[in-house]
T-cell receptor, first 111, second 114 residues
Framework: GQNIDQPTEMTATEGAIVQINCTYQ??????LFWYQQHAGEAPTFLSY????GLEEKGRFSSFLSRSKGYSYLLLKELQMKDSASYLC????????????FGSGTKLNVKP | EAQVTQNPRYLITVTGKKLTVTCSQN?????MSWYRQDPGLGLRQIYY???????DKGDVPEGYKVSRKEKRNFPLILESPSPNQTSLYFC?????????????FGPGTRLLVL
């Protein structure tokens, strides 16, 4: 399996920028996904990285460094509706059907 | 509307009483998967299916069974539920097992086993 680490909880202010980090074991890696999950709801897809670098999608960007086993999700111009949990997930290189999720980072956006 | 549906959404049952949680997708996806989500542990994969009649174990398959007789349906069966199976369950699907495409998750089934 994979050990995937994310901070448990973060707080940020509306309009600000926040970075949520994710670290994972580098062996057996084949792609990293970020999901957003509002309380009591299903996870929804935010981004996918398989090569090093930054992927930008509107207010959300995701960065990957495969050699360091490190990714981050960057949220700009925070809005109250961004209050949610953010899940980092790694797909196995040995089995494309297997996914390993971190326990999620709960982001609280305050006015 | 493209979606993954699960039923029931909420279920309270007693230890040992067999139950089935249904999952259906209308996107003609080959790949389907079941996860459970527990506080502090994140989503853990129970079983997955690459196509009709092809299933395999995830990380936490004990106490669960699945079947994939049709492409659209992937039910999760608890033959003899126990309290440690109290959890939030998500079904997910994606187009193919090898693609970079993301998974689409159902709305979740909250199960309480007494």
């Amino acid at each position: 399996g994979q050990n995937i680490d994310q901070p448990t909880e973060m707080t940020a202010t509306e309009g600000a920028i926040v970075q949520i980090n994710c670290t994972y074991q580098t062996s057996g890696f084949n792609g990293l996904f970020w999901y957003q999950q509002h309380a009591g709801e299903a996870p929804t897809f935010l981004s996918y990285n398989v090569l090093d670098g930054l992927e930008e999608k509107g207010r959300f960007s995701s960065f990957l460094s495969r050699s360091k086993g490190y990714s981050y999700l960057l949220l700009k111009e925070l809005q109250m509706k961004d209050s949610a949990s953010y899940l980092c997930a790694v797909r196995s290189m040995y089995n494309f059907n297997k996914f390993y999720f971190g326990s999620g980072t709960k982001l609280n956006v305050k006015p | 509307e493209a979606q993954v549906t699960q039923n029931p959404r909420y279920l309270i049952t007693v230890t040992g009483k067999k139950l089935t949680v249904t999952c259906s997708q209308n996107m003609n996806h080959e790949y389907m998967s079941w996860y459970r989500q527990d506080p502090g542990l994140g989503l853990r994969q129970i079983y997955y299916s690459m196509n009709v009649e092809v299933t395999d174990k995830g990380d936490v398959p004990e106490g669960y069974k699945v079947s994939r007789k049709e492409k659209r349906n992937f039910p999760l069966i608890l033959e003899s539920p126990s309290p440690n199976q109290t959890s939030l369950y998500f079904c997910a699907s994606r187009l193919t097992s090898g693609s970079a495409e993301t998974q689409y998750f159902g709305p979740g089934t909250r199960l309480l086993v007494l």
